[in-house]
């Protein structure tokens, strides 16, 4: 049995296109908050494994979480509580590079596999007509970094370099090989 512990519809979609579907979706309830001067990369690969131990399942049972963060620099742009938040996000963001970090966590009775993509994207400059637009429109919400790079906003990002799956919030190629690891099917 497979376990999706999120409850992310893109994720959700993105496990689809490995012709996997879960048997069950389990979002977990954890604290999120960063610890004091913890950076980016490791605060993602914390939480994914947070999420993947809390998830309930029998010791037979696939558990599969991730986590996704944007990362400016060594600060965390979490998901905006608020639209206030949301446009100083894409206000800080506006014309510059960023990182978009995304960390699996996959666990099968007391084994976890672990593995994090981390990919480079450059947000166009945007005026302040697009940033209000792009709040009115209400797709930031529940976005890590106060964006989603499938939905409107894909018209502020001119360049990637890493793994588009990876930005939207499930790196398909290691989700994929984390899965057969564990011993599942995937494209069937």
């Given at each position: ?9 893109r ?5 689809g296109?490995?012709g996997v579907v ?5 979002p977990?309830?954890?604290?999120e ?14 939480i ?8 309930e399942?029998?010791a037979?049972?696939?558990v ?8 400016l ?7 905006p509580e608020d639209?206030?938040?949301a ?5 800080k ?5 960023h ?7 996959l ?23 697009e ?12 976005k ?5 790079i ?10 990637i370099s ?7 919030g499930?790196?398909l ?16």
């Amino acid at each position: 049995m497979l376990v999706l512990g999120s409850g992310s519809p893109r994720r959700l979609e993105l496990l689809g296109q490995l012709g996997v579907v879960p048997d069950a979706v389990r979002p977990p309830d954890i604290d999120e908050t960063p610890m004091k001067a913890e950076l980016p990369r490791h605060y993602c690969a914390r939480i994914a494994r947070e999420k993947v131990l809390a998830v309930e399942a029998a010791a037979d049972d696939v558990v599969l979480c991730a986590d996704t963060t944007v990362a400016l620099g060594r600060r965390i742009l979490g998901k905006p509580e608020d639209a206030e938040e949301a446009r100083a996000f894409l206000q800080k963001m506006s014309g510059r590079r960023h990182r978009v970090i995304t960390a699996v966590a996959l666990r099968k009775g007391d084994r976890v596999w672990e593995k994090d993509v981390v990919s480079q994207v450059r947000m166009k400059c945007l005026s302040k007509q697009e940033i209000e637009a792009y709040l009115r429109s209400g797709d930031w919400r529940g976005k890590a970094g106060g964006y989603g790079i499938q939905g409107a906003a894909s018209t502020f990002i001119p360049w990637i370099s890493g793994s588009f799956t990876g930005i939207v919030g499930l790196p398909l190629a290691e989700t994929a090989a984390l899965l057969q690891a564990a011993g599942m099917k995937v494209w069937t």
